[in-house]
């Protein structure tokens, strides 16, 4: 069972909780579940999140690394200050970052 704030629907995570310390163990979780889907395409919605910290950051590498071994892709679609860090980080080199436009 995910944690309130995560769904998964299809391929898609979407995360509509700030992803602070409090929160890491069910976003794993949902990562993972995430990874057991079918589809080729894997999409982590953090078009409603405000803040994400090292952590969780961490996490989305290792699912690309772990998709990337079972021949799937990964996309982040992310907003605003997330967007930045998410660049920052160096993603925009290896993960599919997309704006979110809702």
């Known amino acids: ?13 979407n995360v509509t909780k700030d992803l602070r310390q409090d929160f890491d163990l ?22 409603s999140v405000t803040y994400i910290n090292s952590t969780y950051i961490g ?23 997330v967007l930045s860090i998410l660049k920052a980080a160096g993603f925009e080199g290896f993960i599919q970052l997309e704006e979110f436009a809702g």
Do not use: R, W
Not at 1 to 13: D, N, Y
Not at 26 to 31: G, L, Q, T, V
Not at 69 to 81: D, F, M, P, R
């Open 59 to 81: 996490m989305i590498a290792a699912t690309y690394f772990q998709a990337q071994a079972s021949g799937k892709s990964l996309k982040v679609i992310a907003k605003g200050s």
């Open 1 to 13: 069972m995910l944690g309130t704030g995560l769904e998964i629907a299809g391929g898609c995570l």
């Open 26 to 47: 069910s976003f794993d979780e949902a990562c993972n579940e995430l990874l057991e889907s079918d589809s080729k395409t894997l999409i982590i919605n953090l078009g």
